[in-house]
């Protein structure tokens, strides 16, 4: 089987569009459909079907997908390793997956002290969400992911390995100026008249839970597409928002946080594959582990995240 083909396939399951992935590829439409015949073909079951808005792999596609994903991964490694080792560094590059919270400075923090202690090495971060990134290290694209257990939870998977770095509190994303930025721990109940924003279901269901406990309702009145969205309409006075604690540091300037009482938590996860794990994923984790910690113990003065 052509390779190629496997990656056109990949690249529609991913964009879910024929025309757009001939335009990603610089191929015809056309020509993508018939690549995608072919391999039907060859592979003897119907792998796409067509819906309202594009095409969507069937359940045969989506067997086909797991595995496709896993062999260009492999084999891009296998280019990346022949081309190390002809410059003379067969070093093998480590690729990491991160929840956007955690991409935005456990992450990186971790990454610089294993690169002071262990020297150059080449890597990648990518971010995402945590049943997304479970799945990138199944798949062989991930070799550490660093996730949550907030809902759906993580997967049970005798493939994979998890090392429990902590539990976070979460906390409340404020507008700069706001009167209950950076004072005692805030009862959700006094914020029963706030409007809320959410960027996924886990933090929403985290939220709808809290507020249930504590018999308060927590109007979330907005959506926003990612964690950067989210906090620009907090930050633009349109609503507050649950956060991780641990991208409190992280956070823009104009943007304040507070404790809640009792607070939701979630516990911090890295991920990392039980078979050929990267050399340098033992001492990632232990840079994780000291980061987390060290994300934990910092408190910022009041009225500033």
């Known amino acids: 089987m052509d390779l190629t083909v496997w990656r056109t396939f990949v690249t529609v399951c991913r964009l879910g569009s024929l025309s757009a992935a001939a335009a990603e590829l610089h191929h015809t439409q056309s020509a993508v459909s018939r690549q995608i015949s072919g391999l039907e073909r060859q592979v003897g079951a119907s792998l796409m079907e067509r819906h309202a808005r594009g095409v969507r792999p069937t359940a045969a596609g989506e067997a086909f997908l797991r595995h496709a994903r896993a062999t260009l991964n492999e084999a891009d490694r296998a280019v990346r390793a022949a081309r190390d080792a002809g410059h003379g560094s067969a070093a093998r590059p480590l690729t990491v997956g991160a929840t956007p ?20 090495l080449a890597w990648s971060l990518l971010p995402g969400l945590s049943a997304d990134l479970c799945a990138r290290v199944l798949d062989g694209d991930l070799d550490v992911a660093v996730v949550t257990d907030a809902p759906p939870g993580l997967p049970d998977d005798r493939r994979i390995e998890r090392r429990l770095l902590g539990v976070d509190d979460m906390v409340v994303a404020l507008p700069a100026g706001h009167p209950r930025a950076g004072a005692d721990p805030v009862p959700v109940r006094a914020l029963a008249g706030e409007t809320w924003v959410e960027d996924n279901e886990g933090s929403a269901a985290l939220l709808r839970l809290h507020a249930a406990r504590a018999g308060a309702d927590a109007r979330i009145d907005l959506a926003a597409a990612d964690l950067p969205g989210k906090l620009a309409l907090v930050a633009a006075g349109h609503a507050i928002a649950l956060i991780p604690g641990v991208l409190t540091r992280a956070l823009r300037a104009d943007v304040a946080t507070a404790a809640l009482v009792d607070p939701p938590t979630r516990g911090v996860f890295t991920v990392t594959p039980r078979h050929d794990p990267h050399p340098a994923a033992a001492p990632l984790l232990d840079q994780l582990a000291l980061a987390f910690a060290a994300g934990r113990r910092v408190r910022l003065p009041a009225g500033r995240s």
């Open 101 to 120: 919270s955690l991409a935005a400075g456990v992450v990186p923090e971790a990454v610089r002290g294993l690169l002071e202690s262990g020297g150059p």
